[in-house]
């Protein structure tokens, strides 16, 4: 069974967590266009690579940012998100 | 074994002709560059030769023909889709269907059993009727039918199914199975005897443009021009849009499926659930074929997981609890290309002279020979064939997606 190490419970069993897909920094909704909203919303950069994303472990419902490479499925790195701090 | 083949074994001839010859090099120039050597890519290069004249076409496959998702899938054909758009793309898909094995001179095995979306909940019900009355609206055979019916076609179903008992079906009579490897065969025969060129173990690397248009393609082979080029690559879409900058919605994640070791006929039709996110159906060789939703994330490989068949059983022992002691004889995965609702795209790209023919997701293999003929046209004409126009990459921007999800989520 493949392991998910989450930041609060540690190591659990991948089905433990669901995914939420790669990390997106939204436009300004106030002034941005339509089409960079829908740019925003739909498009994605759908090839294989190492990716930040949202992952929840879903008995404790922990939301957390796991590195990843989404061509061998290896997981690098998972942490707390700090809420988009630069 | 057939005395054919021990006689081919003791000589040293092989008088039966190969179903495609297999060219040494690359021309400098093609019209016309398809990139995937599967049932999609093959069938566009068909109808380019055969109804538009255009011969001088190659189709570049990185590994063999067929060894994609066209040769990985479960091989389901319906045409019993929710909305106008698909209900009629894929019926004129199944019309296809009916004589290409008289046409290829080549057996498809394509056969019809009849298909059943089993409804466990009133949702699904509902589901049912609404896609029945679009169905017949546009001539598609499609009715919804009670428990019964379900059990007089299928008379080892557990109606209880656990704690999901079987309300009713949508059933739709056309349903069909096909041998997937000789549908990439027969098309791919089918356009080397009318000129195509089709190279194998050919990687396409990158595409060149200039000015907004395409000017040729980088190969581990060399380089071609070319002012035409389609990519029909299924689960590594992305990575050829990568080459062009190019983003979409188009998200990939694997999908899995099994068979069972062979068992005598018993199961003529296709059964699927929503509810239970698994369907079956038998082989002609009598190994159950059976498949389940997506892979929850995204992964760029044809890795197989455990907890597919423990999952995909648990609930098809609901349904058919004396399968318990049946073995399960092997288990793959192939690279879905999924959109966000559940339609491809198809067409024309901002780049002039670049095609997609994409988002193929988990239920491509039915639209094998439409997608092939309404991409040639597209690519013959530089313009979208009328069956094609909602499935444009433009939707997404314009904010029209397609509501496609409720008939095409359990993966067929
Ligand atoms: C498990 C499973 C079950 C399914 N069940 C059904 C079903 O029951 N009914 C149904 O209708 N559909 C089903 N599908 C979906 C269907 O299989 C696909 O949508 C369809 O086969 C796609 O065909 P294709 O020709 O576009 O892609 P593919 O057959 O995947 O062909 C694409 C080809 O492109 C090649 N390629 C990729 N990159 C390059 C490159 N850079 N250079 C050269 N070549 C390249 C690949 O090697 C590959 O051979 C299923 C899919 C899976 C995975």
């Known amino acids: 069974m493949k392991i998910m190490t989450c930041p609060i419970n540690g190591e659990r069993p991948i089905s433990e967590f669901y995914y939420w897909g790669a990390i997106k920094t939204p436009p300004n909704p106030d002034i941005c266009s339509d089409e960079e909203w829908s740019d925003y919303v739909f498009n994605k950069n759908g090839a294989p690579g190492i990716k930040k994303e949202f992952w929840c472990h879903s008995p404790s419902n922990t939301w957390f940012v796991a590195e990843r490479d989404t061509l061998t499925d290896t997981i690098l790195k998972t942490y707390l998100y700090d809420g988009g701090a630069k | ?412």
């Open chain 2, 1 to 412: 074994m057939p005395w054919r083949l021990l006689r081919f074994g003791l000589s040293k001839k092989h008088p039966e002709p190969r179903m495609f010859d297999a060219p040494d090099a690359l021309k400098p120039s093609y019209d016309v560059v398809i990139i995937g050597g599967g049932g999609h890519g093959l069938a566009c290069a068909y109808y380019l030769a055969r109804d538009f004249g255009i011969t001088n076409v190659c189709v570049l496959e990185k590994g063999y023909i067929g060894g994609g998702n066209t040769g990985r899938n479960t091989t389901i054909i319906r045409s019993n889709y929710l909305t106008p758009e698909g209900a009629q793309f894929y019926d004129k898909s199944l019309e296809l269907w009916q004589d290409l094995s008289t046409e290829f001179d080549l057996n498809l095995f394509y056969s019809n059993r009849g298909h059943f979306t089993l409804a466990h909940t009133d949702a699904a019900m509902r589901t049912s009727r609404w896609r029945a009355e679009v169905n017949k609206h546009y001539g598609i055979d499609s009715e919804v039918v009670g428990p019964e019916f379900v059990k007089k076609h299928a008379p080892m179903i557990n109606l209880q199914c656990g704690h999901h008992p079987i309300m009713g079906a949508l059933y739709h009579a056309p349903g069909s199975v096909a041998r997937h490897d000789a549908v990439a065969w027969g098309y791919g025969r089918g356009a080397n005897m009318r000129g195509v060129e089709i190279h194998q173990r050919t990687e396409v690397l990158g595409i060149d443009t200039k000015g907004g248009k395409v000017c040729g393609v980088k190969t581990s082979k060399g380089y071609i021009e070319t002012t035409k080029v389609l990519s029909a690559t299924a689960g590594s879409t992305p990575r050829i849009l990568k080459m062009l900058d190019i983003d979409t919605p188009i998200f990939i994640h694997p999908l899995q499926a099994m068979v069972s070791e062979p068992l005598k006929p018993w199961l003529d039709t296709i059964l699927v659930s929503g509810s239970l996110h698994i369907y079956i159906s038998q082989s002609s060789r009598g190994e159950l074929v059976m498949g389940a939703s997506l892979d929850p994330y995204e992964v760029h490989s044809t890795r197989s997981t455990l907890d597919f068949p423990e999952g995909l059983s648990a609930q098809m022992l609901d349904m058919f609890p004396f399968l318990s002691e049946v073995k399960v004889m092997r288990q793959w995965a192939g690279m879905a290309d999924m959109t966000p609702d559940f339609a491809p795209i198809m067409g024309k790209t901002r780049i002039d002279g670049f095609y997609l023919d994409a988002g193929w997701g988990t239920y491509g293999f039915k639209a094998t020979p439409v997608s092939g003929k309404t991409m040639a046209y597209t690519i013959a004409n530089d313009k979208p064939h009328e069956l094609i126009t909602a499935f444009s990459s433009e939707r997404f921007k314009n904010y029209e997606l397609t509501g496609e999800k409720g008939a095409a989520s359990v993966g067929h």
